[in-house]
């Protein structure tokens, strides 16, 4: 059994305690402390959150389990590939869309500044039938055509 509390009790007297608890500084002491502390929890849990957006499809005939499965940045670098190698196009480059747009393949192209829009609307047309031909229509693909400008100093007839 433990001991009672009673006038014949040892009890223990630390000295300064009371007067140190009484103390108003050491909250404002401690306040920056825990401000950081509560900056570095928020930073941690912002660095290991996933961010939204799908990574991979499976694709159609793929069974059951999904083993055939299209990693997404993988496929918008081959369209941009397939893109940039065309004769209208002067580069491309490929991203995956998140949010709203999460499983959407993004293509940039730079269009030659001299190429006809009919020319770069064939070859493009051209590189989406591939690509729908590869994932079996699983995967919407988005075109932002940009034109490049001529040099400056170009003689112009």
């Known amino acids: 059994m433990g001991r009672r509390a ?7 007297a630390v000295g300064g305690a009371d007067s140190w608890a009484s103390a108003g500084w050491w909250v404002w002491a401690l306040a920056p402390v825990g401000v950081l502390l509560v900056v570095a929890g928020l930073s941690w849990l912002a660095s290991h959150l996933r961010r939204v957006g799908i990574r991979s499809v499976s ?46 393949v993004e293509v940039t192209v730079t269009a030659r500044h001299d190429a006809s829009l009919t020319e770069l609307r064939r070859d493009l047309a051209a590189v989406d039938a591939e690509v729908a031909t590869a994932t079996g229509g699983a995967v919407p693909v988005r075109y932002l055509v940009r034109v490049h400008r001529p040099p400056r100093n170009a003689a112009t007839t």
């Open 59 to 104: 694709l159609p005939d793929s069974g059951e389990d999904g083993r055939l499965r299209l990693r997404l940045a993988a496929l918008a670098d081959a369209v941009a590939a397939a893109a940039e190698s065309r004769l209208a196009t002067e580069s491309a480059s490929g991203s995956v869309g998140s949010g709203p747009d999460a499983g959407v």
């Open 6 to 12: 009673g006038p014949d009790t040892d009890t223990l």
